[in-house]
């Protein structure tokens, strides 16, 4: 059974920073790429970013870039999500997913997903 459970969230203000984790279990990590997407109250899931299994390539949503920072380790079956200089735009609910797939961007494309992990951004 496959299982993504994340971790990290929070509230912080703006300009702040946080770190997500999810951790897989149920799976072998090192062949799947993983993935973050968050939803926003009242809007759709959104593609934040996602890295492939060997943790060379990686893309991010433009409104991130140079801000969030994905990663992972192998050795802790973990996923990271770095996030500085946040904005209370980036609040939302923040989900990881994983497929064996490399370059998906779409979240209709994952088959595995966490439960999710809140933040806020306050002004």
């Known amino acids: 059974q496959v299982q993504l459970v994340e971790s990290g969230g929070g509230l912080v203000q703006a300009g702040g920073s946080l770190r997500l984790s999810c951790t897989a279990s149920?799976?072998?990590?090192?062949?799947?790429?993983m993935a973050w997407f968050r939803q926003a109250p009242g809007k759709e899931r959104a593609f934040v970013s996602r890295i492939v299994w060997s943790g060379g390539s990686t893309y991010y949503l433009d409104s991130v870039k140079g801000r969030f920072t994905i990663s992972r380790d192998k050795a802790k079956n973990t996923v990271y999500l770095q996030m500085n200089s946040l904005k209370p735009e980036d609040t939302a609910v923040y989900y990881c997913?994983?497929?064996?797939?490399?370059?998906?961007?779409?979240?209709?494309?994952?088959?595995?997903w966490g439960q999710g992990t809140q933040v806020t951004v306050s002004s």
């Open positions: 997913a994983a497929d064996p797939r490399p370059f998906l961007t779409g979240q209709g494309q994952y088959d595995y």
């Open positions: 149920g799976l072998t990590f090192s062949l799947y790429a």
